[in-house]
């Protein structure tokens, strides 16, 4: 009698079929390893990363920066004459006669009315004399800003900060004024302003507004050169002297009583110059 057979296994399968101990199986006596493969991480590029925004700080930094320059020199600036505390203003119309004579001004100093047919030369010019009065009304007249200042009550600091603020400007000039009431006063067609200090803020707010505007002088387009008048400048009590150009003559009008701008509810402010 045949003897029973035992079932195969799947244990005894896989052996019979290739299983670790047959043919090619990966065992740690006979199979083949697969070599591992290298992996490489990605690296990331923390160099151009870091230039980058150190570049976009940068940028930041010089807008904030140009931005707050633009700022700040726009903060003493106005809009109008009456926004400038102390100013009178007067009413001296177009159409003022040329004289040879010296003239008896009701305003020290002048701010309009009868002159000399020479303009005295206000391309930003500093004077060291007391120029003659005449002709400085006639660079009013064409637009110019005046700044005087008493020497006896200024120094040399304040006289090297008023010309920082002439030299170099068309429209603008500048001089002593022998016995000035206050150590400083500019003057336009139909304006003036005097102040005690020149730090004070209304001097370059005056100037900057008022030089060479248009409305505010009679005269607009004319010029204001005169380099026979810088050569040799007429002082205060010399007599009439052809010296450089000259316009025609006009008819004279007549003056009004000034009128004084409204102080602001706080004094005004002073900084100083640069």
């Not at 930003?124 to 003659?132: A, C, M, Q």
């Not at 637009?143 to 200024?154: F, K, L, R, S």
């Not at 009431?181 to 200090?197: R, T």
């Not at 204001?224 to 007429?234: H, Q």
Request: with cysteine.
């Amino acid at each position: 009698m045949a003897k029973d057979r035992k079932p195969a296994t799947g244990t005894g399968r896989s052996a019979g079929k290739g299983g670790s101990a047959g043919r090619g199986g990966s065992s740690a006596s006979g199979g083949r390893n697969r070599p591992s493969a290298n992996v490489v991480s990605p690296q990331r590029p923390w160099g151009l990363i870091a230039a980058a925004l150190a570049v976009v700080v940068f940028a930041a930094a010089v807008i904030t920066y140009a931005v707050v320059q633009v700022n700040k020199s726009k903060e003493n600036d106005v809009e109008s004459i009456d926004e400038i505390d102390g100013v009178q203003t007067f009413d001296y119309a177009a159409g003022q006669d040329h004289v040879t004579t010296e003239v008896d001004y009701t305003e020290d100093p002048p701010v309009g009315g009868p002159h000399d047919g020479n303009w005295a030369d206000c391309t930003g010019t500093v004077y060291d004399v007391d120029i003659r009065h005449e002709n400085a009304v006639h660079g009013l007249e064409h637009g110019a800003v005046w700044i005087t200042y008493n020497p006896d009550e200024v120094s040399d600091d304040d006289i090297a900060t008023l010309a920082d603020l002439v030299e170099g400007e068309n429209g603008r000039m500048m001089s002593p004024y022998a016995g000035l009431d206050s150590p400083i006063s500019l003057q336009s067609w139909n304006h003036q302003l005097k102040v005690d200090s020149a730090d004070d803020i209304r001097i370059e707010q005056f100037a900057d507004f008022l030089t060479l505007r248009t409305g505010e002088f009679p005269e607009p387009g004319a010029s204001c050169e005169n380099p026979a008048f810088v050569a040799s400048p007429l002082v205060e009590g010399d007599a009439s002297t052809p010296i450089g150009e000259s316009d025609m003559p006009t008819t004279p009008t007549p003056s009004a009583e000034p009128t004084t701008t409204e102080p602001a509810a706080t004094e005004p402010t002073e900084t100083s110059a640069p």
